[in-house]
């Protein structure tokens, strides 16, 4: 029995170390590229979430076309939430920070020569519309006894009518004051 007890080896410390020593390394080489992995599938997943929620936007504007005009400038806003309601998206909506974001966001739609989408906070996002009666039949202004005035070089200036004073189309807006007997502003 003694002469099988010395035939069966140990590691010593030495090898042991060695190993441990090799395995760090190992660890050392690879973590870092499985952390890089890691965060770019996550832009991945954010990136291709945010294509969906703009699919369901653009699904969402083709189905309302009467809601959503498309004139330059207008600025549209539609929640996440409302996108769920219509059936255009499964809740819960999350982003790769596992956050839903159902109620919290909102897709902001600009439309400048096509839509645009962006994703954006409730409250960050400010619809505008664009008259469309005004651009559409490219109406004059009514000025009554208005006085129509420019703003130029920092200062409001009497318009000259003769002149083009004003573009709907390229959001130059026709700006009237009501001027008293002696040419002042009243107040």
Do not use: H
Not at 85 to 100: F, I, Q, W
């Amino acid at each position: 029995m003694r002469s099988q007890l010395k035939s069966i080896k140990g590691f010593t410390l030495i090898e042991l170390l060695a190993v441990i020593v090799i395995l760090s390394l190992i660890m050392l080489i690879v973590l870092p590229r499985v952390i890089n992995s890691v965060k770019n599938n996550s832009n991945d997943v954010d990136e291709l979430s945010k294509k969906l929620i703009y699919s369901a936007a653009e699904l969402y504007i083709e189905n309302n076309k009467n809601d959503y005009k498309e004139l330059e400038g207008n600025i549209y806003c539609i929640s996440i939430r409302k996108l769920i309601d219509s059936g255009l998206l499964k809740e819960p909506v999350m982003l790769s920070d596992k956050s839903d974001i159902s109620d919290t966001k909102v897709v902001e739609v600009t439309y400048e020569n096509g839509y645009k989408y962006e994703l954006k906070e409730t409250n960050e996002c400010v619809e505008t519309f664009v008259n469309s009666e005004i651009i559409s039949n490219n109406l004059e202004p009514v000025l009554g006894n208005l006085t129509p005035v420019v703003y130029k070089d920092n200062n409001w200036v009497v318009a000259d009518t003769s002149l083009t004073w004003y573009n709907y189309k390229n959001q130059e807006w026709a700006n009237a004051v009501l001027l008293t007997e002696n040419g002042k502003k009243k107040q």
